[in-house]
């Protein structure tokens, strides 16, 4: 296959990895695929932005074998689930945002759901509490997986047969690829979780001597079950998934692990298009995600709420422009807690929450001389009845078509559970719904009726695929990971291009920061000036601990002359690619 020829050529690395196989490392060097990473790349034919090298350059390499943007996006997400567990996925659910070089926009909703099984009180214990480890961790926090469903559903806008798109995947499951830093890292922190949580012992716990320090950089990953699951999606299509062998498998291991999805759960699942959540700012257009995500409407919420007051004046991480976001991100997330949830199961106030009146009514209370403090912050009044870890990969090309991905597997490995024989991570995304009004998430924040649990609901996403158009052209496409922080990130990164005239690689690498409503505190990245600090805590504000890095935005501009602008995250091993 040319494709598979011309794959292994960029990347096929035949020296000194070391090789694991089914857990058992070997020193024996094997064919397996390493990685070099860029940045910042300028392209002019195409681009692709992701959490991994490796997988950018499965989807430019789709781009030069003649493949658009969908296609480009189909192999990445592919390649992502191998090379990328801890968020890639075959077992989550995402959500993509494109606009068509036809001018058409679409959304389309992969988000996993409750099974049949589930109920509204289903992590409540005698007591009356709230058990939160059942919903994070472990068979019983696993949603019906999304992923595959969405990959068919967006195929009908690609060109190229799909066993093209899925072969860099198979290729990279099957030869293996070596691990960074980050990752072996990352594995062995998990170590105990993967005993602790699995039933079968996965390919991802590596079987060592009592000398060994577990997974080291170079070792190299070879995913077999996982090579075997992707075939049969190849041959079958989302058949080979939610049916017949790998439908299987997913049963076997709910019942090994007392979690509750079945073979009616997985056959019933569909992806879902809805209408794209847009709104104007400033002469852009910006396209984001309606329910069951909450990024497209608190972006425009948020957005809004700033967009009178002349920030741009303020400038960039100054304590005025850095107070006013914070209040504006206090009061939408308090509006999410409220009125947010799957719309196909509650009634969202959409237009409502958006209204003019309403968000200039909700900052009347803002005073740039104290803080407000979230107590006295509720949910919006509404005018009248209405009639953490996640990937992100951003796609361009020379046809115009522009796609924005953001997957997810909620936690980093999402419930630490892999389906044995299959070889992918298993959700933890039930943890997404209210599971107890009041009782937070594992990313803090609460809910209450608009985001209980129900059989067949979608939970609430923070997930923020973004397309911004100038002159109703594609001009950024962008989103992060980082679970409730992922709509204040994109809000940000935003501000800094289209009021700051930061340059794309600041705009993303600039150290950002979050207020959610609750817990009422602004969570902030290294970096973050100290001065404008202490000037805010001098006002009342609350901040928590330093975090070493929030998300990994991708982004794509599109410059003045028509030529791609690829930056990848420097807080992860992300890569950008393009020609």
């Known amino acids: 296959m040319q494709l598979k020829h011309a794959f292994i050529f960029l990347v ?199 000398k060994s320090i577990g997974w080291e950089k170079g070792d190299t990953l070879v995913q077999s079950d996982l090579a075997n699951t992707l075939k049969r999606i190849k041959e079958k299509g989302a058949a080979g998934f939610y049916e017949g062998e790998t439908a299987k498998l997913i049963v076997e291991e709910m019942k090994r692990g007392g979690g509750i999805i079945g073979y009616e759960d997985l056959k019933k699942y569909k992806a879902k298009y809805r209408t794209p959540h847009s709104f104007e700012y400033k002469g852009y257009k910006i396209l984001g995600m309606p329910m069951p995500s909450s990024g497209g409407l608190l972006l425009n919420q948020m957005m809004k709420m700033i967009e009178s007051r002349n920030i741009a004046a303020m400038g960039f991480h100054s304590a005025e422009a850095i107070q006013l976001m914070t209040e504006v991100e206090r009061r939408a997330y308090a509006d999410r807690a409220e009125y947010m949830g799957d719309a196909d199961y509650y009634k969202v106030p959409v237009s409502m929450l958006t209204n003019d009146i309403y968000l200039q009514d909700r900052m009347k209370t803002f005073d740039p001389d104290k803080a407000t403090p979230s107590n006295t912050i509720k949910p919006g009044v509404l005018l009248r009845a209405e009639s953490e870890e996640t990937t992100h990969l951003s796609v361009i090309d020379k046809e115009g078509n522009a796609v924005a991905v953001t997957t997810t597997l909620n936690n980093s490995y999402g419930s630490r559970t892999v389906v044995g024989g299959a070889g992918f991570f298993l959700n933890d995304e039930m943890d997404d719904f209210s599971i107890k009004p009041g009782v937070p998430n594992l990313y803090g924040a609460v809910g209450g009726e608009a985001n209980a649990i129900m059989p067949g609901k979608r939970m609430l996403s923070s997930m923020t695929p973004t397309i911004v158009l100038k002159d109703n052209k594609p001009f950024i496409v962008v989103g992060t990971p980082g679970g409730t922080t992922i709509p204040t990130q994109i809000f940000q990164t935003l501000v800094n291009i289209l009021e700051f005239g930061m340059s794309t690689e600041d705009a993303g690498y600039k150290p950002k920061f979050h207020h959610q409503w609750l817990p009422d505190e602004i969570m902030y990245e290294k970096g973050f000036p100290a001065a404008v600090k202490t000037a805010l805590e001098k006002k009342g504000y609350i901040f928590g601990k330093e975090r070493s890095g929030i998300g990994r935005t991708e982004i794509i501009k599109v410059l003045p002359d028509g030529k791609f602008e690829a930056v990848a995250d420097i807080r992860g091993d992300d890569g950008a690619e393009g020609w």
Do not use: W
């Not at 070391?18 to 300028?42: A, E, H, M, R, W």
């Not at 189909?74 to 090379?83: E, G, M, R, S």
């Not at 909703?109 to 961790?137: F, H, V």
């Not at 990752?183 to 590596?206: G, M, Q």
């Open 12 to 210: 096929l690395f035949s020296g000194s990895c070391k090789s694991q196989q089914t857990g058992v490392l070997t020193t024996t060097p094997v064919n397996s695929f390493q990685y070099t990473i860029s940045k910042k790349i300028i392209a002019e034919n195409g681009a692709v932005v992701s959490a991994h090298p490796l997988a950018s350059k499965a989807g430019v390499e789709i781009l030069k074998q003649g493949g658009n943007a969908v296609d480009a996006a189909i192999a990445t997400q592919l390649a992502l689930a191998v090379v990328y567990p801890n968020a890639g996925n075959l077992g989550g659910g995402g959500f993509m945002v494109a606009r068509l070089s036809n001018g058409d926009i679409l959304a389309l909703d992969y988000r996993e759901m409750a099974p049949a099984k589930a109920g509204r009180d289903m992590y409540i214990e005698p007591d009356g509490e709230a058990n939160t480890d059942k919903s994070q961790l472990g068979h019983l926090s696993s949603g019906v997986p999304g992923t595959v469903a969405g990959l068919f559903a967006s195929y009908k806008y690609a060109k190229l047969p799909f066993e093209k798109l899925i072969e860099p995947a198979i290729l990279l499951a099957e030869k293996g690829f070596c691990i960074s830093a980050s990752e072996a890292r990352a594995l062995n922190n998990i170590r105990e979780d993967l005993i602790r949580y699995n039933t079968l012992a996965p390919v991802f716990v590596k079987q060592t001597d009592p």
